[in-house]
C-alpha cells in the first residue's frame, strides 16, 4: 500500500497501522474510528499514532498533498459522530501524545499535549497544588484536545464556565499541514483576532489541536454535596431560583429522574438514597470556606423544605457518600449506553424557558414516542438537557434510529421555539449536521463555511462533520 510506506517513511513504522497488517485485532482497529454513537460503522484502512505536533503536520501535508481526507481520534467519547472514520479516511489517534510540556508556577497554567486523558490532567494540577475545574462522567477516558474540539462543558459550569474559558493557548495543524500557535504564555495579548477561538468547538473541521496551555485554579476547600427528592419539575427550578438568595459557592446544580436513578442504582450497585422514590432528584455541590458559609448553607436547606420543594434530602457526611451521590447523577450515561440502545438529544435552554418547554416536550413524546421509554437528566445550573430516549426490545436498532430522525425535526423547531441550542455540549458531528439551521441562520452558516475554507480549503480534515 503506497499511502502506509509513504507514511512509514514520514514517521516511522512503529507509528503507522493498518487494518490488515495484523498488528491490532480488528475490533480494537475499528473502535479509534468510531466513537459512543451506534448508528454508523468505521470504514478506514490506515491508522497513525503521531507522538509530535511535527508528526501531525507531516502527516496533514502529505494528506494535503496527494488529497487525502482525515479523521482526528481522542478519547471517542462523543455522541454526535464526530470522531467516526466511515469512507475510507486516515484516522489520526492522538492517543500517544499524551505528556507534560511545561508548568509556569506564576501564571499557574500547564502547556500538554492534546492526547493527555482529562482525569490525569486533573491530577497533574493536583500534584502541583492547582486544579482544573472542568469535569464530567467521562473524565477518566476523554482526551483533553477532544475536550477542547467540542468545547466541553460538564457537571460545574455553573460555577466555572466552559472549557473554552481556561484555554489561554493553542497549537494547531490546519488543514494545510501548517503549524499554528496561538499565545500560550501571557495573559494578555490584544494584538488582533484570537484565532484560537475558532478551534474551540471546530470538531476537528478547521485543524487538529496538538498542544493547548490550560489556566489552572485553586481547590475548592470544603465541598459539601447535598442529595434531594422533589416531586415537580417546576420545584427544581424554584431550588435553583433559591441558592442565588444567599452568597454561597455553588459549583453544581444537576437533576435527574427516577427512571434515571433506576438504571444506575442497578448497573452500580449503589444504595438507595432515601426510604421512597420520587419522581425527580437535585445533586447540588457548594464550596464552604467559613463556619458563615455552614450556616448558609443550612438556611438555603431550611427555607426550601419550609416551601414544600422538597420531600427529602440528605448532605453527604463524607467523601465516601460525596462520591455516592455524585454516582446517582454520573453513572446514567453508561449505565444506559451499556444495557440499551439510546438516541440522545442534548440540547440547552433558557431557564426561564424551560418549564414551558417541558410541557411541549411531553406533548410531543406522548404523541410520538408512547411506547419509548424516557431518560431525563442535565445540568440545570447551565440550561442543559439530555433527553435519551430508550429503544424499546422488539424492534431492531435500524428502526428505532429511523424512527428517532423522524421526529427530531419537530423536537428541535420546540427549541428553536423556545430560543434553545440542538446542541448544548456534544457537538453537531454527523449526527445533527443536517439541522444546524434549527440553531444558525443563514449568514452565520455561510460565515462558517468561509472559515473553513481558509484553515482547511481541500476539505479533508473530518468532512462531512458539521457543515453540509
Same mark, same amino acid.
Given at each position: 500500500?503506497?499511502?502506509?510506506?509513504?507514511?512509514?517513511?514520514?514517521?516511522?513504522?512503529?507509528?503507522?497501522?493498518?487494518?490488515?497488517?495484523?498488528?491490532?485485532?480488528?475490533?480494537?482497529?475499528? +473502535?479509534?474510528?468510531?466513537?459512543?454513537?451506534?448508528?454508523?460503522?468505521?470504514? %478506514?484502512?490506515?491508522?497513525?499514532?503521531?507522538?509530535?505536533?511535527?508528526?501531525?503536520?507531516?502527516?496533514?501535508? &502529505?494528506?494535503?498533498?496527494?488529497?487525502?481526507?482525515?479523521?482526528?481520534?481522542? =478519547?471517542?467519547?462523543? &455522541?454526535?459522530?464526530?470522531?467516526?472514520?466511515?469512507?475510507?479516511?486516515?484516522?489520526?489517534?492522538?492517543? #500517544?501524545?499524551?505528556?507534560?510540556?511545561?508548568?509556569?508556577?506564576?501564571?499557574?497554567?500547564?502547556?500538554?499535549?492534546?492526547?493527555?486523558?482529562?482525569? !490525569?490532567?486533573? +491530577?497533574?494540577?493536583?500534584?502541583?497544588?492547582?486544579?482544573?475545574?472542568?469535569?464530567?462522567?467521562?473524565?477518566?477516558?476523554?482526551?483533553?484536545? /477532544?475536550?477542547?474540539?467540542?468545547?466541553?462543558?460538564?457537571?460545574?459550569?455553573?460555577? %466555572?464556565?466552559?472549557?473554552?474559558?481556561?484555554?489561554? /493557548?493553542?497549537?494547531?495543524?490546519?488543514?494545510?499541514?501548517?503549524?499554528?500557535?496561538?499565545?500560550?504564555?501571557?495573559?494578555?495579548?490584544?494584538? =488582533?483576532?484570537? $484565532?484560537?477561538?475558532?478551534?474551540?468547538? +471546530?470538531?476537528?473541521?478547521?485543524?487538529?489541536?496538538?498542544?493547548?496551555?490550560? #489556566?489552572?485554579?485553586?481547590?475548592?476547600?470544603?465541598?459539601?454535596?447535598?442529595?434531594?427528592?422533589?416531586?415537580? &419539575?417546576?420545584?427544581?427550578?424554584?431550588?435553583?431560583?433559591?441558592?442565588?438568595?444567599?452568597?454561597?459557592?455553588?459549583?453544581?446544580?444537576?437533576?435527574?429522574?427516577?427512571?434515571?436513578?433506576?438504571?444506575?442504582?442497578?448497573?452500580?450497585?449503589?444504595?438507595?438514597?432515601?426510604?421512597?422514590?420520587?419522581?425527580?432528584?437535585?445533586?447540588?455541590?457548594?464550596?464552604?470556606?467559613?463556619?458563615?458559609?455552614?450556616? *448558609? $448553607?443550612?438556611?438555603?436547606?431550611?427555607?426550601?423544605?419550609?416551601?414544600? %420543594?422538597?420531600?427529602?434530602?440528605?448532605?453527604?457526611?463524607?467523601?465516601?457518600?460525596?462520591?455516592?451521590?455524585? #454516582?446517582?447523577?454520573? /453513572?446514567?450515561?453508561?449505565?444506559?449506553?451499556?444495557?440499551?440502545?439510546?438516541?440522545?438529544?442534548?440540547?440547552?435552554?433558557?431557564?426561564?424557558?424551560?418549564?414551558?418547554?417541558?410541557?411541549?416536550? !411531553?406533548?410531543?413524546?406522548?404523541?410520538? %414516542?408512547? @411506547?419509548?421509554?424516557?431518560?431525563?437528566?442535565?445540568?440545570? =445550573?447551565?440550561?442543559?438537557?439530555?433527553?435519551?430516549?430508550?429503544?424499546? @426490545? =422488539?424492534?431492531?436498532?435500524?428502526?428505532?434510529?429511523?424512527?428517532?430522525?423522524?421526529?427530531?425535526?419537530?423536537?428541535?423547531?420546540?427549541?428553536? *421555539?423556545?430560543?434553545?441550542?440542538?446542541?448544548?455540549?456534544?457537538?453537531?458531528?454527523?449526527?445533527?449536521? @443536517? &439541522?444546524?439551521?434549527?440553531?444558525?441562520?443563514?449568514?452565520?452558516?455561510?460565515?462558517?463555511?468561509?472559515?473553513?475554507?481558509?484553515?482547511?480549503?481541500?476539505?479533508?480534515?473530518?468532512?462531512?462533520?458539521?457543515?453540509?
Amino acid at each position: 500500500m503506497e499511502t502506509k510506506s509513504e507514511l512509514i517513511q514520514l514517521i516511522g513504522e512503529t507509528k503507522v497501522f493498518t487494518k490488515s497488517d495484523g498488528k491490532m485485532d480488528k475490533v480494537t482497529f475499528d +473502535s479509534f474510528g468510531l466513537d459512543r454513537t451506534k448508528v454508523y460503522q468505521a470504514n %478506514y484502512e490506515i491508522l497513525v499514532f503521531p507522538e509530535s505536533t511535527e508528526d501531525v503536520a507531516k502527516i496533514v501535508g &502529505y494528506a494535503y498533498q496527494n488529497n487525502l481526507s482525515i479523521v482526528p481520534s481522542g =478519547g471517542r467519547t462523543g &455522541y454526535a459522530g464526530g470522531a467516526v472514520a466511515k469512507n475510507g479516511e486516515i484516522v489520526i489517534s492522538l492517543s #500517544k501524545m499524551n505528556q507534560v510540556m511545561d508548568f509556569d508556577p506564576f501564571l499557574g497554567t500547564l502547556h500538554i499535549q492534546a492526547g493527555m486523558i482529562t482525569k !490525569n490532567l486533573h +491530577s497533574e494540577a493536583e500534584e502541583r497544588g492547582f486544579y482544573f475545574p472542568v469535569d464530567f462522567a467521562a473524565t477518566g477516558s476523554s482526551h483533553i484536545g /477532544g475536550n477542547i474540539a467540542t468545547n466541553a462543558g460538564g457537571v460545574r459550569v455553573v460555577r %466555572y464556565g466552559l472549557i473554552r474559558d481556561w484555554i489561554l /493557548g493553542l497549537t494547531v495543524v490546519t488543514g494545510k499541514g501548517e503549524v499554528m500557535r496561538f499565545n500560550g504564555e501571557i495573559l494578555k495579548n490584544n494584538t =488582533g483576532y484570537d $484565532l484560537k477561538h475558532l478551534f474551540i468547538g +471546530s470538531e476537528g473541521t478547521l485543524g487538529i489541536i496538538t498542544e493547548a496551555v490550560v #489556566k489552572l485554579t485553586k481547590p475548592p476547600k470544603d465541598i459539601r454535596v447535598i442529595f434531594l427528592a422533589v416531586e415537580e &419539575y417546576s420545584h427544581i427550578l424554584n431550588i435553583f431560583k433559591e441558592t442565588h438568595e444567599h452568597s454561597l459557592p455553588l459549583l453544581a446544580f444537576e437533576f435527574l429522574t427516577e427512571y434515571c436513578l433506576e438504571k444506575v442504582k442497578h448497573h452500580l450497585q449503589v444504595p438507595e438514597p432515601f426510604s421512597s422514590p420520587s419522581p425527580y432528584y437535585v445533586l447540588m455541590e457548594y464550596e464552604l470556606s467559613s463556619e458563615s458559609d455552614e450556616e *448558609k $448553607l443550612f438556611a438555603i436547606l431550611e427555607s426550601i423544605t419550609e416551601k414544600g %420543594y422538597i420531600v427529602d434530602g440528605s448532605v453527604a457526611q463524607n467523601t465516601r457518600q460525596n462520591q455516592t451521590f455524585w #454516582k446517582y447523577r454520573e /453513572g446514567i450515561s453508561e449505565s444506559l449506553s451499556l444495557s440499551h440502545t439510546v438516541h440522545k438529544n442534548d440540547i440547552s435552554l433558557p431557564l426561564r424557558n424551560m418549564e414551558e418547554f417541558l410541557i411541549d416536550m !411531553n406533548s410531543l413524546l406522548e404523541k410520538k %414516542y408512547s @411506547d419509548f421509554e424516557i431518560a431525563l437528566f442535565g445540568h440545570i =445550573g447551565d440550561g442543559n438537557l439530555h433527553l435519551n430516549i430508550v429503544k424499546p @426490545d =422488539g424492534i431492531s436498532d435500524q428502526e428505532f434510529f429511523q424512527k428517532c430522525k423522524e421526529v427530531d425535526p419537530e423536537m428541535f423547531s420546540l427549541i428553536q *421555539k423556545h430560543k434553545g441550542s440542538i446542541s448544548a455540549e456534544h457537538g453537531i458531528g454527523l449526527l445533527k449536521k @443536517d &439541522y444546524l439551521e434549527f440553531s444558525r441562520s443563514n449568514a452565520e452558516l455561510e460565515a462558517m463555511k468561509g472559515i473553513k475554507a481558509v484553515f482547511d480549503p481541500k476539505g479533508i480534515l473530518n468532512p462531512g462533520k458539521v457543515l453540509r
